[in-house]
Structures are given as C-alpha cells and as structure tokens.
C-alpha cells in the first residue's frame, strides 16, 4: 500500500533545520522501494540546509477540505546527494516518471540547461507513518499489543502504533525497511 501510494503521488514537501530555522519546500520526486529520488538547486534553501544537517521529514498527501479524506505519508530519514553511477540510476528513474527529465539529448534546450545545474538527491526514510482517515476517526491499521493503552506510543509486532493528541486518527509508525518488504 505505501510503495503504491508513493508510486501514484508526484510531489512530496521536504521539511529542513538551517541557520535561518525551519524551512519546507515541495520538490517533485520518483520513488524506489522506502527511498525518494528529487533533483534541486545546490542553492535553494532546503538544499544549503541538507548540505549542514541530512535529516529531514517529508509528507506526501491528497488535498482535501474533510478530515475523513486525510490520506498521506509522512516520514522522516536523511537526505544524500548522489554521484557518479548512483546519479545516473537516480536520473532515470525521475526520467521514467517525468519524460521532460529524460535523457538530456531529448530535451528541450531550455530544460537541458536547468538540468545542467541541478544536483541529485535521495532521501531514505528511516520511519513513514501512514495516515488514512477514511477508515474511521481513531482507526488503528494493526492490532495493540495485550494491555497496551491507546493514547500512548508502544510497540507493536509490524512497528510502533501510537495515538495522535488534538482529534487526528491514529496512525502506525512503521520502521521503513520492515513495512516496503513483502
């Protein structure tokens, strides 16, 4: 369900620490397996943070006017920048799922040249919570544990299940490379 809903989504809202303070900017991306592959400007503001700090959070969602239509992903884990070989697998993955980012020789040489300076980027999520408030307010994707209490974070057998404060759903915190398998 989550390497689906990554795949069906473009753009997702990296949020970054820097001098300045927090920062959230939306950046286009490709997904393969828990990772999220982007291309940015060495300059652009979320990009001088990375460069100081590779922690990061993401969120990638619907855009709705109903609390029982939240549906998204947000996550957290580190961002690294990508050379060499790394960078050409990463530029044809972002190519397969936006062709103006192709093979630079089919491009339009406007875009050819923006591409030219920009740099490439993974982000590998450490932890994705899964958000779906159309299965009900308080709705818990996996079973609590005997004698655990909803309203506190515990341990659940596919992650961490824990109850949001001020009236959003529960959601499941789910190590990334546990729930992207099988």
Same mark, same amino acid.
């Given at each position: ?30 997904? /393969? ?49 990508? /050379?060499?070989?790394? %960078?050409?697998?990463?530029? %044809?993955?972002? &190519? ?25 980027? %993974? ?12 299965? &009900? ?46």
């Amino acid at each position: 369900a989550v390497t689906d809903y990554l795949a069906g989504h473009n753009v997702m809202t990296l949020a970054t620490q820097g001098p300045e303070g927090p920062w959230a900017a939306a950046v286009f991306y490709a997904s /393969e397996g828990g990772s999220l592959v982007f291309l940015s400007s060495p300059s652009s503001r979320h990009c001088r943070n990375l460069a100081q700090d590779a922690r990061c959070a993401a969120t990638i969602q619907e855009d709705c006017s109903n609390w029982a239509q939240i549906k998204g992903i947000q996550l957290e884990g580190r961002v690294v920048e990508l /050379e060499g070989e790394e %960078r050409e697998c990463a530029q %044809r993955l972002y &190519g397969g799922k936006f062709p103006i980012a192709a093979p630079l020789a089919t491009v339009p040489p406007a875009i050819f040249e923006a591409l030219a300076k920009v740099r490439w980027y %993974r982000l590998l999520a450490d932890h994705i919570h899964f958000v779906d408030n159309s299965k &009900g307010f308080g709705h818990l994707p996996c079973p609590l544990r005997q004698g655990a209490k909803p309203g506190r974070e515990i341990n659940s057998e596919r992650g961490l299940v824990g109850h949001r404060p001020h009236g959003v759903v529960d959601q499941v915190l789910f190590p990334a490379a546990g729930l992207l398998e099988g």
